[in-house]
């Protein structure tokens, strides 16, 4: 009688145990996939519609020395089979502002202060890179494939909410960049 109870208790036990679901984080490192916080900075021009894109701090901050970059979730893939690839993605809310001119890098810096914004705001973006080690192995036989989508709503120079759209892909053989990179870059705003 003593050793029923004793299974039954067990039985009991291993029964209620499997049914109750465990649910957990994944672990910030698995070894192949790191997860944490990482900053993104970026921004491209669409010359379709005369207008470039400024994702993840103000860049009137930048023009001064002030280098607040907006942190969100960042993912690391190291894959097994290829250890020179790498993959990348980030993810967030971050700041955008959207200007009615080539933004090409630091050099805008004066354009910023005398010309307004289209539009400013927090969009949500999510940034990936198939290949981010490419230009580590020479013999590589990848094209790498990176750049961002992002959506939200800003506001324009008159308070009134803008429905705004952006993306951005670039190809890379790994070699010359200037050479073999293409990009096809959208920004809709409206």
């Not at 990482?38 to 930048?62: I, K, M, N, Q, R």
Request: aromatic share 8%.
């Amino acid at each position: 009688m003593r050793r029923t109870i004793v299974v039954l208790a067990a039985l009991a036990w291993l029964l209620v145990g499997t049914a109750i679901p465990v649910q957990a984080e994944p672990p910030d490192s698995s070894g192949i996939v790191t997860r944490g916080d990482g900053a993104l900075l970026y921004w491209a021009f669409d010359a379709e519609v005369g207008a470039s894109v400024f994702l993840g701090a103000d860049p009137l901050e930048l023009c001064v020395g002030v280098i607040e970059l907006d942190v969100i979730d960042l993912q690391e893939i190291d894959v097994p089979d290829d250890r020179n690839r790498f993959l990348e993605m980030l993810r967030g809310e971050v700041t955008t502002s959207v200007w009615p001119f080539v933004i090409t890098g630091p050099a805008e810096c004066p354009k910023f202060f005398t010309t307004e914004p289209l539009a400013t705001g927090v969009s949500d973006v999510v940034w990936t890179d198939n290949d981010a080690r490419i230009f580590a192995n020479p013999d590589n036989r990848n094209h790498n494939a990176f750049g961002f989508a992002a959506r939200g709503t800003l506001i324009g120079p008159d308070g009134e909410e803008l429905r705004f759209s952006a993306h951005e892909r670039i190809t890379w053989d790994g070699h010359d960049f200037a050479a073999s990179a293409k990009s096809s870059v959208k920004i809709n705003l409206h």
